[in-house]
């Protein structure tokens, strides 16, 4: 159906996104929209913008998009429209309506395209929302991704700046599809990992989205390009407190840790390592392990900030909805990320 889309792009998924650091460098002298109604933007930044339309209403508003991160059209436009799709809700709102972002050469075949939109477009229904048009530019290297608009209740949005200490954290999909997917690029394949990874790739954040809301989580975000130490990072900084995690907790796609353990490193490790290793303190991890929790994820799990009282109610109820959710660690006084 289509030539090889990986091979026309040098990296792909959320490790192609522009590394943090050099974003915060960028924004730093950006002045802020000032506006009443805007209640998320840029002081601080999160997952998506948030807009107050009355006393019941929110917009939430977002955009994702990226170059391809495997062959399989279908599979592609899939991916990146969960990817978009979860950052609304990464905010605790509701898909509403999205928009198509593209970018294809024009030697791709119509087939191919027709079933990128196509994916995107089953993706999009099935997250309740409405794909309603888009816009796509000729470029040499191929990307696809969504603008999304959803709803929320003004009081009741999430963002990542509100965990407390004495909070649990959980994480709601493993780690490692930046390792699993740079690797099989690299002829080391591991059949079992990629099944899990692009099962979870393709897996809305809903679901654990719509069973964390009664337990009125203080802080939400997920786990993408910057990896679980860079968003980690940005978490404990904009709350002012300290994440400290546990290395023995975290959870891993199968083969994984041994391609870490191998030296399978994608392009991002080293961006993420120049964002947040500054904050991290990570003495005595194994190499591999570490590796792991700075891997570009692709539509990764939330990072959930909750009162340590509700932990293990919160555990159970998603183990009988049969949804994944780690205790991945602590919030505590102080700053920066500890991962022991």
Same mark, same amino acid.
């Given at each position: 159906?289509?030539?090889?889309?990986?091979?026309?792009?040098?990296?792909?998924?959320?490790?192609?996104?522009?590394?943090?650091?050099?974003?915060?460098?960028?924004?730093?002298?950006?002045?802020?929209?000032?506006?009443?109604?805007?209640?998320?933007?840029?002081?601080?930044?999160?997952?998506?913008?948030?807009?107050?339309?009355?006393?019941?209403?929110?917009?939430?508003?977002?955009?994702?998009?990226?170059?391809?991160?495997?062959?399989?059209?279908?599979?592609?436009?899939?991916?990146?429209?969960?990817?978009?799709?979860?950052?609304?809700?990464?905010?605790?709102?509701?898909?509403?309506?999205?928009?198509?972002?593209?970018? !294809?050469?024009?030697?791709?075949?119509?087939?191919?395209? +027709? #079933?990128?939109? $196509?994916?995107?477009? /089953?993706?999009?229904? &099935? %997250?309740?929302?409405?794909?309603?048009?888009?816009?796509?530019?000729?470029?040499?290297?191929?990307?696809?991704?969504?603008?999304?608009?959803?709803?929320?209740?003004?009081?009741?949005?999430?963002?990542?700046?509100?965990?407390?200490?004495?909070?649990?954290?959980?994480?709601?999909?493993?780690?490692?599809?930046?390792?699993?997917?740079?690797?099989?690029?690299?002829?080391?394949?591991?059949?079992?990992?990629?099944?899990?990874?692009?099962?979870?790739?393709?897996?809305?954040?809903?679901?654990?989205?719509?069973?964390?809301?009664?337990?009125?989580?203080?802080?939400?975000?997920?786990?993408?390009? !910057?990896?679980?130490?860079?968003?980690?990072?940005?978490? +404990? #900084?904009?709350? $002012?407190?300290?994440? /400290?995690?546990?290395? &023995? %907790?975290?959870?891993?796609?199968?083969?994984?840790?041994?391609?870490?353990?191998?030296?399978?490193?994608?392009?991002?490790?080293?961006?993420?390592?120049?964002?947040?290793?500054?904050?991290?303190?990570?003495?005595?991890?194994?190499?591999?392990?570490?590796?792991?929790?700075?891997?570009?994820?692709?539509?990764?799990?939330?990072?959930?900030?909750?009162?340590?009282?509700?932990?293990?109610?919160?555990?159970?109820?998603?183990?009988?909805?049969?949804?994944?959710?780690?205790?991945?660690?602590?919030?505590?006084?102080?700053?920066?990320?500890?991962?022991?």
């Amino acid at each position: 159906m289509s030539a090889s889309l990986t091979s026309l792009a040098p990296s792909g998924g959320c490790a192609a996104k522009y590394p943090a650091a050099r974003l915060e460098e960028l924004l730093r002298g950006f002045v802020p929209a000032e506006a009443e109604n805007l209640l998320v933007g840029l002081a601080p930044s999160d997952d998506a913008a948030v807009y107050k339309l009355d006393d019941e209403r929110a917009l939430v508003f977002t955009l994702d998009f990226f170059p391809p991160l495997v062959d399989d059209p279908a599979l592609y436009g899939r991916i990146a429209a969960t990817n978009a799709l979860n950052d609304v809700f990464a905010m605790g709102g509701s898909p509403l309506l999205a928009l198509s972002i593209a970018a !294809f050469p024009e030697s791709l075949p119509n087939e191919t395209l +027709a #079933a990128i939109f $196509g994916a995107a477009d /089953e993706q999009v229904r &099935a %997250a309740g929302a409405i794909l309603a048009g888009g816009h796509t530019l000729r470029d040499d290297e191929p990307k696809y991704g969504l603008a999304v608009v959803g709803t929320v209740h003004p009081s009741g949005f999430w963002t990542q700046s509100g965990a407390r200490t004495g909070d649990a954290l959980f994480l709601t999909k493993p780690l490692g599809t930046g390792m699993l997917l740079h690797a099989a690029r690299e002829g080391r394949r591991h059949e079992q990992g990629l099944d899990a990874v692009t099962e979870a790739m393709t897996t809305l954040n809903r679901d654990a989205a719509d069973r964390l809301r009664p337990f009125e989580p203080n802080a939400v975000t997920d786990v993408t390009g !910057f990896g679980l130490l860079g968003h980690a990072h940005e978490m +404990a #900084a904009r709350s $002012g407190v300290r994440i /400290e995690l546990d290395a &023995a %907790a975290l959870p891993f796609f199968p083969g994984a840790l041994e391609q870490a353990e191998a030296g399978i490193r994608t392009g991002g490790d080293r961006r993420n390592r120049d964002f947040a290793s500054p904050h991290v303190e990570a003495d005595g991890v194994p190499e591999g392990v570490l590796a792991l929790a700075y891997d570009p994820q692709t539509s990764g799990g939330l990072l959930v900030s909750v009162p340590a009282d509700k932990a293990l109610v919160l555990q159970a109820d998603f183990e009988s909805q049969k949804l994944f959710a780690c205790r991945v660690g602590r919030v505590v006084e102080g700053s920066g990320v500890a991962l022991r």
